[in-house]
């Protein structure tokens, strides 16, 4: 095994877990934690939220950190240094391969900046509005931007996934035009079902 092969491996393993730990905590966010916390009394959500939330956006935010440095460094080693750069054979836009890892980078981009710069500035004010007590007049706007920058990376998750498979060529025979618009309109409509109308009740109720 020469060194390519083992700084590949490097990148895309821990491209892989910190992944895994950046879109399950999305969902569990989304999908489980969001729907608790509204649940709960306002002085037992003093107490719940500054102790789980800052621990659950530490590895949230690093995992995408992580999962975009080592994204991009796997694209710049494959395509730009082992590669032909954006054209020809080996670039990043001469293979339906190459376009399914853009349109996964390119969702995965846009999904890292809401977590940096909306979601967690955001997440910041709210736990320590929660933590004291206060309800500040703008607390319901930073809530709203918040709420939305995390779904939107909910629905970006499902394409994103999907493009970063099918890069590694996982769906060798589908090509990227004219599929792609049909996996952002299925994966939206999972989303969309899962997000406002299965989360909400699923086991709701136990036993």
Do not use: C
């Not at 969702?107 to 909306?118: K, L, P």
Request: net charge positive; proline share 6%.
């Amino acid at each position: 095994m020469d060194t390519n092969d083992i700084l590949q491996a490097l990148f895309r393993w821990i491209h892989l877990i910190a992944g895994i730990m950046w879109i399950g905590l999305l969902y569990f966010l989304n999908f489980i934690n969001a729907h608790v916390t509204a649940s709960l009394q306002a002085p037992t959500r003093r107490e719940v939220v500054p102790q789980i939330m800052p621990r659950v956006l530490f590895w949230f935010r690093w995992g995408a950190m992580f999962t975009f440095i080592t994204g991009l460094l796997l694209i710049l080693w494959k395509y730009f240094i082992l590669g032909s750069g954006f054209g020809g054979d080996a670039g990043l836009f001469g293979s339906s391969a190459g376009w399914w890892i853009s349109m996964g980078a390119l969702f995965g981009t846009i999904m890292w900046f809401n977590v940096w710069f909306i979601i967690w500035p955001a997440q910041q004010r709210l736990i320590t509005w929660v933590k004291e007590g206060q309800a500040p007049p703008e607390q319901p706007q930073v809530a709203k931007t918040a709420l939305y920058a995390s779904r939107t990376n909910v629905f970006l998750s499902v394409p994103m996934l999907f493009g970063m498979l099918a890069g590694s060529g996982h769906y060798p025979t589908l090509s990227f035009f004219p599929w792609f618009l049909i996996v952002i309109a299925l994966g939206a409509g999972l989303v969309y079902y899962v997000l406002f109308t299965l989360a909400p009740t699923v086991a709701k109720e136990w036993p």
